[in-house]
T-cell receptor, first 115, second 111 residues
Framework: DAGITQSPRYKITETGRQVTLMCHQT?????MFWYRQDLGHGLRLIYY???????DKGEVPDGYVVSRSKTENFPLTLESATRSQTSVYFC??????????????FGEGSRLTVL | GEDVEQSLFLSVREGDSSVINCTYT??????LYWYKQEPGAGLQLLTY?????DMKQDQRLTVLLNKKDKHLSLRIADTQTGDSAIYFC???????????FGTGTRLTVIP
């Protein structure tokens, strides 16, 4: 099906483990984003990518790594998970053509719990 | 980063109007957005307004923009139980590639 999909939807892990959250979009959008959602903070940008092999830090990048070897995939890796990274993670994509409103299309989210 | 502020909670009775308010910081923002998040789901664009507009109406939704005060509001007429959700205000400053979101307002509609 077309759209943006995230996996896994739910993940429980332990402190210190590596975790990778996957994001795949079928629209060939050039821009992709990772946000985390926490109560009282709304959504905060972790990393974004303007195109394959181009990534940039957002507001809260520490402890996270991203890659974008293909336009359609944008995985987010927590190299050594900490309890403070317990959150709901949202992937989004956007096609920022000229005159575009810049609307973001969101996946359904990945709920991560770090014990 | 940008600071987009919203109140956290709002309760209204079914059939009444709901007004969700938002203040943003960047006067260069070209577009301002309202997103809706239903339980267990991602965010979906509800409506947006271009910065050179004061008002936008779309069926039961009315967006008002006061650029002088950097204030954005979303009015939902005849609120229904299906409108219960979290509503996020967001801005995209000029030249930015991403959106800056508020904390979200959880709207509860009482039958």
């Amino acid at each position: 099906d077309a759209g943006i999909t995230q996996s896994p939807r739910y993940k429980i892990t332990e402190t210190g483990r590596q975790v990778t959250l996957m994001c795949h979009q079928t629209w060939s959008h050039s821009y992709m984003f990772w946000y985390r959602q926490d109560l009282g903070h709304g959504l905060r940008l972790i990393y974004y990518s303007a195109a394959a092999d181009i990534t940039d830090k957002g507001e809260v990048p520490d402890g996270y790594v991203v890659s974008r070897s293909k336009t359609e995939n944008f995985p987010l890796t927590l190299e050594s998970a900490t309890r403070s990274q317990t959150s709901v993670y949202f992937c989004a994509s956007s096609d920022r053509g000229q005159g575009d409103t810049g609307e973001l299309f969101f996946g359904e989210g990945s709920r991560l719990t770090v014990l | 980063g940008e600071d987009v502020e919203q109140s956290l909670f709002l309760s209204v009775r079914e059939g009444d109007s709901s007004v969700i308010n938002c203040t943003y910081t960047d006067s260069s923002s070209t577009y301002l957005y309202w997103y809706k998040q239903e339980p267990g789901a991602g965010l979906q664009l509800l409506t947006y307004i271009f910065s050179n507009m004061d008002m936008k109406q779309d069926q039961r939704l009315t967006v008002l923009l006061n650029k002088k005060d950097k204030h954005l509001s979303l009015r939902i007429a005849d609120t229904q139980t299906g409108d219960s959700a979290i509503y996020f205000c967001a801005e995209r400053p000029s030249g930015a590639n991403n959106l800056f979101f508020g904390t979200g307002t959880r709207l509860t509609v009482i039958p």
